[in-house]
C-alpha cells in the first residue's frame, strides 16, 4: 500500500448530462448520455488518489437515505477508505446536476441540507496526524480547519483545495494550510487583481505557505520567490473537465505524501488532471498511474 492521504470535504450524489452545448436561457435539453456516479471534490480526490496507488481515507458527510447508501458502496469499490464518513439520520445526501457539453466544459448546481451540521467533535484528528499527508476542500470549513490544523500540528503536508467561495472562509483555510492551491477564479474573487500574477502575488504576500494556481487548459501557476512559474499541461481533446480540479489536488497532495517536492508534485498533478479530461464521467476518468508516469517521461 502506498503513502496515505486523508481528504476531508464534500460527497454529493451527481447526475451527470452529456450535451451539444450549455444553456443560454430557459428551454428544454435532451442529452446524449446521462450517468449517476458519486462524487464531490475531496471524494473525488480521494478516488483519484486511489487509483494512483495511495492510500485514501475519506471523512465527509452523507445522508442515510437510498443515494448515501449506494454513495458509501460506489466509493469504497473505488478503492476509499470510507470508515470515517459520517451518515447523517434521518438527512437527505447532497445531490448535483452536472451538464457537460462538446468542448468538456461544465456547469454544477450543487445541493446541501443544513440537516448536515458543522459540528467536528466526531472526527478522528487521529488518524489525520497518522497519515503522510491531508487535503481539504472549502464546503464544509469547519471540518477544513480542524483537519488542517492536525495535520499541521503533526507536521505533515496540509493541502487546501481553494474553490469558489466566501473570501473570508477561504482566505482563513488558506492561512492554515502548508499549500494552497487555487483555482482561477477562487483566486481573482479572493483578492480581485486583473490576472493571475496580480492575484497569485497577493495570495502569496498574505499566506505563509506554498501558493499556486490552477487554470484549466492553461495549466498551472506558481510563486518561486517572487517570480511566477507556469507549467502548461499536455495537449488532450478535452471530453468533460468534471472533477479534473479534484483529480489534481489528490495527485499533487499524494505526491507531497511521497516525499516529492512542490514543482514534481504540481508536474504529475497537471498530467493527472489532463488525462482525466479525455472520459466523460467526472471522477470515472481519473487515470492510472502508470498512464501518468508515461507521459511524464514522453
Not at 482563513?172 to 479572493?190: G, V, W, Y
Not at 500574477?197 to 502569496?204: I, S
Request: glycine letters at 10%.
Amino acid at each position: 500500500m502506498g503513502a496515505t492521504v486523508v481528504c476531508c470535504g464534500s460527497a454529493t450524489c451527481d447526475v451527470l448530462y452529456q450535451v451539444e452545448r450549455l444553456p443560454l436561457g430557459p428551454g428544454k435539453i435532451l442529452p446524449k448520455a446521462m450517468l449517476e456516479v458519486a462524487h464531490g471534490m475531496a471524494t473525488s480526490a480521494a478516488t483519484a488518489v486511489a487509483r494512483l496507488g495511495g492510500r485514501a481515507r475519506l471523512i465527509a458527510r452523507i445522508g442515510d437515505d437510498h443515494r448515501g447508501r449506494c454513495f458509501l458502496q460506489e466509493i469504497g469499490e473505488a478503492g476509499v477508505d470510507c470508515t470515517m464518513v459520517r451518515s447523517v439520520l434521518g438527512v437527505s445526501s447532497p445531490v448535483s446536476a452536472v451538464l457537460i457539453d462538446a468542448e468538456g466544459e461544465r456547469v454544477v448546481v450543487p445541493w446541501y441540507s443544513p440537516a448536515l451540521g458543522s459540528d467536528t467533535d466526531w472526527i478522528p484528528l487521529d488518524a489525520v496526524a497518522a497519515a503522510d499527508a491531508a487535503l481539504v476542500d472549502v464546503r464544509w470549513p469547519e471540518g477544513a480547519a480542524a483537519v488542517l490544523d492536525a495535520a499541521r500540528l503533526a507536521g505533515k503536508p496540509a493541502v487546501l483545495d481553494g474553490d469558489v467561495g466566501p473570501p473570508d472562509v477561504v482566505l482563513d483555510l488558506a492561512a492554515r494550510a502548508s499549500h494552497a492551491i487555487f483555482s482561477e477564479p477562487a483566486a481573482l474573487l479572493c483578492v480581485g487583481g486583473a490576472s493571475i500574477d496580480e492575484a497569485l502575488r497577493a495570495l502569496g504576500a498574505r499566506l505563509p505557505g506554498f501558493v499556486a494556481v490552477t487554470a484549466g487548459a492553461e495549466g498551472c501557476y506558481w510563486l518561486a520567490g517572487d517570480e511566477v512559474r507556469q507549467l502548461r499541461p499536455p495537449a488532450i481533446e478535452a471530453v468533460d473537465t468534471l472533477a479534473a480540479g479534484d483529480v489534481f489536488h489528490g495527485a499533487f497532495a499524494l505526491a507531497l505524501a511521497e516525499g516529492k517536492g512542490e514543482v514534481t508534485a504540481l508536474a504529475f498533478a497537471n498530467v493527472a488532471a489532463s488525462l482525466k479530461c479525455r472520459h466523460f464521467g467526472g471522477r470515472l476518468g481519473a487515470p492510472e498511474r502508470a498512464e501518468v508516469e508515461a507521459l511524464l517521461v514522453s
